[in-house]
């Protein structure tokens, strides 16, 4: 049956025609009862809510996709996928059966069939919980007005004051289940999330969700009917990776939860930094308006939870209670993510779902003057208010528009808690839902007051964040040159509200006491205290924001009013020296009244033992005094100054550490890994000490880094060419130890080989490195050359195979053929002794390694008899060849003749028996007077 669209101002003759059939049927005498309601209203009933939408008050006016259905089992049923129902199932010769959450299936059937007496048939099963149609959700939207650049909407809830706070957290996912979302739209494309789990274009399902391939959201769009879908503008039939947006309401939506802000192009998006889940579960009907199907939302909604969104936007609804969405919702509500929903703009009552779900915030629109906007929906299953009239955001093909609807308000609101939860993650949805209407602006929405948010207001009032409390002066452990002192501290948060200033006394009993009054963010204030007596005393300042919450800093400091403060100045605390003479500074302060004295300079060993004291009277009320002093011994040391005045107040400097290191590092094991121009040098060192690298020719290498292993890489280095290079180490303390070694690099002859282009290389190897073995890889035409008693010889690669490679020694030539892992032993200088190995160790990407080593090993036969002896081998083998073969001719020919005698002498006496035979009949015939025949 054809599907009849209510709504929108273009189905009044649609009207017109179901009103006639409906008053034939009144006419005729007939009933109307709830299932023909649903046959003579349109059965798309889920619709997004835009423009002058006019709602029939008949929970049977939905519209929905032909030929199929979704069917819950109950609990206690066991299903197991395709055709599992009953009798019902052969009789609908059942297209798919798709289980898409727990026991709900959703099922596609002939679209000649009709899906509303099914339904009613599936539901009145005994182990079926309820059966229904695949509603279709339409996007909340009115058409579009002219581009409005002012977003007013965004200072009206306070936007910009929350931003001083926070614009928003990467780890906030808004999932806009919609029309899909151009992803690739200038304002928005680096704010898609991005699932960094999944290859876009391999094909695979990398994190066996279910989906392939899915790094930016899904298409679950794919309807029974695509006549219905605007299809030259996109697809409907296929689910994919790809959730583009070929309508444009999702792409306005996803702009106004989160554009790129502060970015100098196209809009502002409230959260900043909150990422957007493109989850297009609508298509473009061919009727221009946006339509989402009940699976398609269901999918959505378990997709969104399985990929952990944090917020669900939900711009779309219809006149139905549809149990598959509610029943998906609320498994999102369990698992924590926060669900809006537009409450439509029919301008009545007449609860619209998903908004009128219990746990839906449910979102209402208003103007620029704080009036419910003319269109909005209003009752009491409307939760909260957001600015919903000439909302300017982004749109398909890169480009900007303004549009009206609750559609807008619901992802603005999506965006304001999307702050909210960047600050504050484990608030769940009524505390936030709560702290909205609590702090937002009341408003008169017909039947009820509810609030405009206010983004800013509300963050304040979540706000359980202690001010950040820092003393700035005086200093922690300070000596006042002064009995007046001013006492300053810091305290930043986002609504200071005051600060107390306290100060204690050795004994711990309360100073002073002062508090202010403070505003804003930041603040700075100063208490000043005077003539305060002598002695050692604690401070502290303690703020509260208008929240209660109280901050201060993590520790006291501390002040000695009338004494003596000392500082040290070198050598620096952990220093490190190898001058034995070693001059020691400090400087002491006193307290205007009293004059400095003395001073005492300390000196202990790493045992605690006291090896030097020194003292040196001086004068005034600041002073700088140098202590010298000479090691004998390596070790650690700590030092002190003590300073005294005329009051006899003494002043202590915290002990510094130095440590005495006359040692020079021991550099052992230098090695040289040279190759034709590069060569690593590495060595040991008995301490931590630094690298240097000095290589003739002016090379230089070097690292600070204070290690036990050196090891310097130095390029630049000229083919078989000799060098020296000398290896320097120095310690922390600046002792050095150095050594040297002499190295030549490897030859390299790079010559034009044939077929365009290519090269050949030739590898010199002589000394330790040859005796030791070198390996190299060997491609064809690659030589190895090298010295012998006998001269110089080289060995060259003809063929690689995959296992084998061919070989040929150029100076005798000898020819070889090696398979991997197989060595060859060869003399080249001398009949009595091998003077060369050569090995096969392997072979990739079409080159061989091969491995020659230089020997000297005494052979056990003498060449010549060896020689002798195989061409003796090689001609006897040749004659028993022949006497073989001649051998075969001579049987060959007995044979013959020995069967042709045997076929001779068989013939011969078959010849003789039968003469005999006819001979007995001759006789038997004169005996008997007649004659017979006999058959041979």
């Given at each position: 049956?054809?599907?009849?669209?209510?709504?929108g101002m273009n189905?009044?003759g649609?009207?017109?025609?179901?009103?006639?059939?409906t008053?034939?049927?009144l006419n005729s005498?007939?009933g109307?009862?709830?299932?023909d309601c649903c046959?003579?209203?349109p059965?798309?009933?889920?619709f997004l809510v835009?423009?002058l939408?006019l709602?029939v008050?008949?929970?049977?006016?939905q519209e929905?996709?032909?030929g199929e259905l979704?069917v819950?089992?109950?609990?206690?049923?066991i299903?197991?996928?395709?055709?599992?129902?009953?009798a019902l199932?052969?009789?609908?010769e059942?297209?798919?059966?798709?289980i898409?959450s727990q026991k709900?299936?959703?099922?596609?059937f002939d679209?000649?069939e009709?899906v509303v007496?099914?339904a009613?048939?599936y539901?009145?099963?005994?182990?079926v919980?309820?059966?229904?149609?695949n509603?279709?959700?339409h996007t909340?939207e009115?058409?579009?007005?002219?581009f409005?650049s002012?977003?007013?909407?965004l200072p009206?809830?306070?936007?910009e004051?929350?931003?001083n706070?926070?614009?928003?957290n990467?780890s906030?996912i808004?999932a806009?289940i919609?029309?899909?979302?151009?992803?690739?739209?200038?304002?928005l494309?680096?704010?898609i999330?991005?699932n960094t789990?999944?290859?876009?274009?391999n094909?695979i399902?990398?994190?066996?969700?279910?989906?392939v391939?899915?790094?930016?959201?899904?298409?679950?769009?794919?309807i029974?009917?695509?006549?219905?879908?605007?299809?030259?503008i996109?697809?409907?039939?296929v689910t994919?990776?790809?959730p583009s947006?070929g309508?444009?309401?999702?792409?306005?939506c996803a702009?106004?939860?989160?554009?790129?802000t502060?970015?100098?192009?196209?809009?502002?998006g409230?959260?900043?930094?909150?990422k957007i889940?493109?989850?297009?579960a609508?298509?473009?009907?061919?009727s221009g308006?946006?339509?989402l199907?009940?699976?398609s939302?269901?999918d959505a909604?378990n997709?969104?939870?399985n990929?952990n969104?944090?917020?669900?936007?939900?711009?779309?609804?219809?006149?139905n209670?549809?149990?598959?969405?509610n029943?998906?919702?609320?498994s999102?509500?369990d698992?924590?993510i926060i669900?809006?929903a537009?409450?439509?703009?029919t301008n009545?009552?007449?609860?619209?779902?998903?908004?009128a779900?219990?746990?839906?915030?449910?979102?209402?629109?208003?103007d620029?003057?704080?009036n419910?906007?003319?269109?909005?929906?209003?009752?009491?299953?409307?939760?909260?208010?957001a600015?919903?009239s000439?909302?300017?955001?982004t749109y398909?093909?890169?480009s900007?528009t303004?549009m009206d609807g609750?559609?807008?308000s619901?992802p603005l609101?999506a965006?304001a808690?999307?702050l909210i939860k960047?600050l504050?993650?484990v608030?769940n949805?009524?505390e936030?839902?709560?702290?909205l209407?609590?702090?937002?602006t009341?408003?008169?929405f017909?039947?009820?007051?509810?609030?405009?948010i206010?983004?800013?207001?509300a963050?304040?009032?979540l706000?359980?964040?202690?001010p950040n409390v820092?003393?700035?002066?005086?200093?922690h452990?300070?000596?006042n040159?002064?009995v007046?002192?001013s006492?300053v501290?810091n305290?930043?948060d986002?609504?200071?509200?005051?600060v107390t200033?306290k100060i204690w006394?050795?004994?711990?009993?309360l100073?002073?006491?002062?508090?202010?009054n403070l505003t804003g963010?930041?603040n700075?204030?100063?208490?000043?205290l005077?003539n305060m007596?002598n002695?050692?005393?604690y401070?502290?300042c303690?703020?509260?924001?208008d929240e209660?919450n109280?901050g201060s800093?993590?520790?006291n400091?501390s002040?000695t009013?009338g004494?003596?403060?000392?500082?040290?100045?070198s050598?620096?605390?952990?220093?490190?020296?190898n001058v034995n003479?070693?001059s020691f500074n400090c400087s002491?302060f006193?307290d205007?009244?009293?004059e400095?004295t003395?001073?005492t300079?300390?000196?202990w060993?790493?045992?605690?033992?006291l090896?030097?004291t020194?003292?040196?009277n001086?004068s005034?009320?600041a002073?700088t005094?140098i202590?010298n002093y000479?090691?004998?011994d390596d070790g650690?040391?700590d030092?002190?100054?003590?300073?005294?005045n005329?009051n006899?107040d003494?002043?202590?400097?915290?002990?510094?550490?130095?440590?005495?290191d006359s040692s020079?590092?021991v550099?052992?094991?230098?090695?040289?890994?040279?190759?034709?121009?590069?060569?690593t040098i590495?060595?040991v060192?008995?301490?931590s000490?630094?690298s240097?690298?000095w290589?003739?020719?002016?090379?230089?290498s070097?690292?600070s880094?204070?290690?036990?292993?050196h090891s310097i890489v130095v390029s630049?280095?000229?083919?078989s060419?000799s060098?020296?290079?000398?290896?320097?180490?120095c310690?922390?303390?600046?002792?050095?130890g150095?050594?040297?070694?002499?190295?030549?690099?490897?030859?390299?002859i790079?010559?034009?080989?044939?077929?365009?282009?290519s090269?050949t290389q030739s590898?010199?190897?002589?000394?330790?490195e040859f005796?030791?073995?070198v390996?190299k890889l060997l491609?064809?035409?690659?030589e190895?050359?090298?010295?012998?008693a006998?001269?110089?010889?080289g060995?060259?690669v003809?063929?690689v195979?995959?296992d084998f490679?061919?070989?040929?020694?150029e100076?005798?030539?000898?020819?070889l053929t090696l398979k991997?892992?197989?060595?060859?032993?060869l003399n080249?200088?001398?009949?009595?002794?091998?003077?060369?190995v050569?090995?096969l160790n392997g072979i990739?990407?079409?080159?061989a390694?091969i491995s020659v080593?230089?020997i000297?090993?005494?052979?056990v036969f003498?060449v010549?008899?060896?020689?002798?002896?195989?061409?003796?081998?090689?001609?006897e083998e040749?004659?028993?060849?022949?006497?073989e073969?001649?051998?075969?001719?001579?049987?060959d020919l007995?044979?013959g003749?020995?069967?042709?005698v045997?076929v001779f002498?068989?013939?011969?006496?078959?010849?003789?028996?039968e003469?005999?035979?006819?001979?007995?009949?001759k006789?038997k015939k004169?005996?008997?007077g007649k004659?017979k025949?006999v058959?041979?």
């Amino acid at each position: 049956m054809e599907s009849v669209r209510l709504f929108g101002m273009n189905d009044l003759g649609v009207r017109y025609l179901t009103a006639r059939h409906t008053l034939n049927k009144l006419n005729s005498g007939a009933g109307l009862g709830i299932w023909d309601c649903c046959e003579i209203f349109p059965r798309l009933v889920i619709f997004l809510v835009c423009g002058l939408m006019l709602v029939v008050p008949s929970i049977c006016a939905q519209e929905y996709i032909e030929g199929e259905l979704l069917v819950k089992y109950k609990d206690d049923y066991i299903s197991s996928g395709f055709s599992t129902l009953s009798a019902l199932d052969t009789k609908l010769e059942i297209q798919s059966d798709k289980i898409i959450s727990q026991k709900v299936h959703h099922i596609k059937f002939d679209k000649s069939e009709d899906v509303v007496e099914l339904a009613k048939k599936y539901s009145d099963l005994s182990y079926v919980e309820y059966a229904e149609p695949n509603y279709i959700l339409h996007t909340f939207e009115t058409p579009d007005d002219v581009f409005y650049s002012n977003q007013w909407h965004l200072p009206k809830i306070s936007s910009e004051l929350a931003w001083n706070l926070t614009t928003g957290n990467e780890s906030v996912i808004i999932a806009i289940i919609d029309t899909g979302v151009q992803w690739n739209h200038s304002d928005l494309e680096n704010n898609i999330w991005n699932n960094t789990d999944e290859d876009c274009l391999n094909e695979i399902d990398d994190d066996s969700n279910g989906y392939v391939d899915d790094c930016r959201g899904y298409d679950f769009v794919d309807i029974n009917n695509e006549s219905k879908c605007s299809s030259l503008i996109e697809d409907c039939n296929v689910t994919d990776n790809d959730p583009s947006d070929g309508h444009g309401h999702g792409t306005h939506c996803a702009g106004i939860s989160a554009a790129s802000t502060n970015n100098s192009i196209g809009v502002a998006g409230i959260c900043w930094n909150c990422k957007i889940m493109p989850l297009r579960a609508g298509y473009n009907d061919t009727s221009g308006l946006g339509s989402l199907s009940t699976s398609s939302i269901v999918d959505a909604i378990n997709y969104a939870i399985n990929n952990n969104a944090t917020i669900i936007s939900m711009s779309f609804g219809g006149s139905n209670n549809v149990s598959s969405i509610n029943n998906a919702l609320n498994s999102a509500y369990d698992a924590g993510i926060i669900l809006i929903a537009a409450a439509g703009n029919t301008n009545n009552s007449i609860p619209v779902y998903p908004a009128a779900y219990s746990n839906v915030i449910s979102v209402g629109a208003t103007d620029s003057q704080d009036n419910r906007s003319s269109f909005s929906n209003y009752g009491s299953w409307v939760d909260i208010a957001a600015p919903g009239s000439n909302i300017s955001s982004t749109y398909i093909g890169n480009s900007y528009t303004s549009m009206d609807g609750t559609s807008m308000s619901t992802p603005l609101v999506a965006g304001a808690i999307g702050l909210i939860k960047g600050l504050f993650p484990v608030r769940n949805q009524t505390e936030i839902l709560n702290t909205l209407n609590e702090t937002g602006t009341f408003l008169d929405f017909v039947t009820d007051n509810i609030s405009r948010i206010n983004v800013y207001d509300a963050i304040l009032s979540l706000d359980n964040t202690a001010p950040n409390v820092t003393l700035v002066s005086p200093v922690h452990n300070h000596v006042n040159m002064s009995v007046n002192q001013s006492f300053v501290c810091n305290a930043t948060d986002w609504q200071l509200a005051n600060v107390t200033f306290k100060i204690w006394n050795s004994s711990e009993v309360l100073y002073n006491e002062s508090s202010r009054n403070l505003t804003g963010v930041e603040n700075e204030t100063s208490f000043d205290l005077v003539n305060m007596s002598n002695g050692e005393y604690y401070w502290n300042c303690f703020v509260y924001d208008d929240e209660g919450n109280l901050g201060s800093s993590s520790s006291n400091f501390s002040l000695t009013v009338g004494g003596i403060e000392v500082v040290l100045n070198s050598p620096l605390n952990g220093s490190y020296t190898n001058v034995n003479e070693t001059s020691f500074n400090c400087s002491s302060f006193s307290d205007a009244a009293y004059e400095l004295t003395n001073v005492t300079f300390s000196l202990w060993n790493s045992s605690g033992s006291l090896i030097n004291t020194s003292i040196k009277n001086i004068s005034g009320f600041a002073n700088t005094t140098i202590f010298n002093y000479s090691f004998f011994d390596d070790g650690v040391y700590d030092w002190a100054c003590v300073a005294f005045n005329n009051n006899s107040d003494e002043g202590n400097g915290v002990n510094y550490s130095l440590t005495y290191d006359s040692s020079v590092p021991v550099i052992s094991g230098l090695s040289v890994d040279a190759s034709s121009s590069s060569a690593t040098i590495s060595w040991v060192t008995n301490e931590s000490s630094n690298s240097s690298v000095w290589v003739s020719g002016g090379t230089w290498s070097n690292s600070s880094e204070l290690v036990l292993n050196h090891s310097i890489v130095v390029s630049g280095l000229g083919a078989s060419a000799s060098y020296s290079c000398v290896v320097t180490s120095c310690d922390e303390a600046g002792n050095c130890g150095n050594d040297s070694k002499d190295f030549t690099t490897d030859e390299v002859i790079v010559s034009s080989g044939g077929g365009g282009g290519s090269t050949t290389q030739s590898y010199f190897v002589e000394g330790t490195e040859f005796r030791k073995g070198v390996n190299k890889l060997l491609g064809v035409k690659d030589e190895v050359s090298f010295n012998l008693a006998s001269g110089r010889h080289g060995l060259k690669v003809e063929k690689v195979g995959t296992d084998f490679v061919d070989i040929v020694v150029e100076s005798e030539p000898i020819y070889l053929t090696l398979k991997i892992g197989e060595e060859i032993k060869l003399n080249l200088s001398s009949s009595s002794y091998y003077d060369l190995v050569v090995r096969l160790n392997g072979i990739a990407s079409r080159k061989a390694n091969i491995s020659v080593r230089r020997i000297f090993e005494e052979r056990v036969f003498e060449v010549s008899a060896v020689e002798e002896e195989e061409v003796v081998d090689v001609v006897e083998e040749e004659v028993v060849d022949v006497e073989e073969e001649e051998e075969l001719d001579y049987w060959d020919l007995f044979w013959g003749i020995l069967i042709v005698v045997l076929v001779f002498l068989f013939l011969r006496d078959i010849k003789k028996k039968e003469i005999k035979r006819m001979k007995f009949f001759k006789k038997k015939k004169r005996k008997n007077g007649k004659s017979k025949k006999v058959k041979t």
